[in-house]
């Protein structure tokens, strides 16, 4: 019986391609996406009508960071470990 080949290491440029394979598609596919929402949606093909969408995260992500900070200083006020915003 022979022994069968272990399976070739796959080299680091390998994975350096495709992490620069996934930027370059994420840095096209992106900015597409908004353009043909925008057009799409009817809104104007400027910064503003196209960045429209992301508003909505944005204000989110405000008040997520605002309850965070709000926890972290109930609790040094209070000097509870795991007191969350009522």
Known sequence: TSLAEPPACRSSSDGLKNVCLF?????????????????????????????????????????FARDISRAKARRRRFNQRYALVP
């Open 23 to 63: 930027l370059l598609s994420l840095s096209v596919l992106v900015p597409l996406g908004l353009v043909a929402s925008a057009a799409v949606a009817g809104r104007p093909l400027t910064h503003q009508g196209m960045t429209q969408p992301l508003s909505g995260l944005n204000f989110a992500l405000m008040r």
